[in-house]
């Protein structure tokens, strides 16, 4: 049973452009919601993350939106750059017992020149 | 300060056979997750080990077992192999049931 759902699986983007990645989950008692960007041969690296009780979350050019009564929260890469080409993936937890993180398909993103 | 380190880097094996991954945290994390990524998906929930107990467990069959050590390390083993065992097997670390995680590179496991 896939709880969280990722858009788009692509996504082409011009240097200096917006990226703007998609998730929706279903599990209402999911309260943490972290984005990983994957490079090919490594593990997925914390890029940021959020709690329920904000609704945007700011680190440099990425920012995360959070809609809670929607479900769905996303991640703005702002002036995108080559080096942001990269498999991204949102992710959802709950705490302690329930602390597993639960992926989503991930989106593969290509900046170009 | 090492990050989470995983061993081997790869490994070929054999339908049938047993294979055992490892797993050492980062320094000052003493929870361990275990996680299989196919190629082109989503890393997926094995289990996790705490206070060298499994804790949580996805939905993956008995072939699939762990073990913690005293120092928070951690072994995966996979009985049995099959076709689809082939993956990514990337190993995370945390301190306490919490947030936070830190992943390995993974062991990329091929199984022929």
């Known amino acids: 049973q896939q709880q969280v759902k990722q858009s788009p699986q692509s996504l082409i983007v011009q240097k200096g452009g917006i990226s703007i990645i998609n998730c929706a989950y279903e599990n209402t008692a999911f309260d943490y919601f972290p984005w990983y960007q994957q490079f090919p041969g490594k593990g997925p690296a914390l890029l940021i993350a959020i709690r329920p009780d904000v609704s945007e979350k700011k680190e440099g050019r990425f920012t995360i939106s959070f809609n809670k009564s929607a479900k769905q929260f996303s991640l703005h890469i702002m002036d995108s750059q080559p080096g942001d080409s990269a498999t991204y993936f949102c992710a959802a937890s709950g705490t302690g017992t329930a602390s597993k993180l639960t992926f989503g398909t991930g989106t593969r993103l290509q900046v170009t020149l | 300060d090492a990050g989470v380190t995983q061993s081997p880097t790869h490994l070929i094996k054999t339908r049938g056979q047993q294979v055992t991954l490892r797993c050492s945290p980062k320094s000052g994390h003493d929870t361990v997750s275990w996680y299989q990524q196919a190629l082109g998906q989503g890393p997926q929930f094995i289990f996790q080990?705490?206070?060298?107990?499994?804790?949580q467990r996805g939905n993956f069959p008995d072939r699939f077992s762990g073990h913690q050590f005293p120092n928070y390390s951690s072994e995966l083993n996979v009985n049995a192999l099959l076709l689809g065992d082939s993956a990514l097997y990337l190993c995370a670390s945390s301190w306490g049931q919490t947030y936070g995680y830190t992943f390995g590179s993974g062991t990329r496991l091929t199984v022929v």
């Open positions: 080990y705490y206070e060298e107990e499994e804790r």
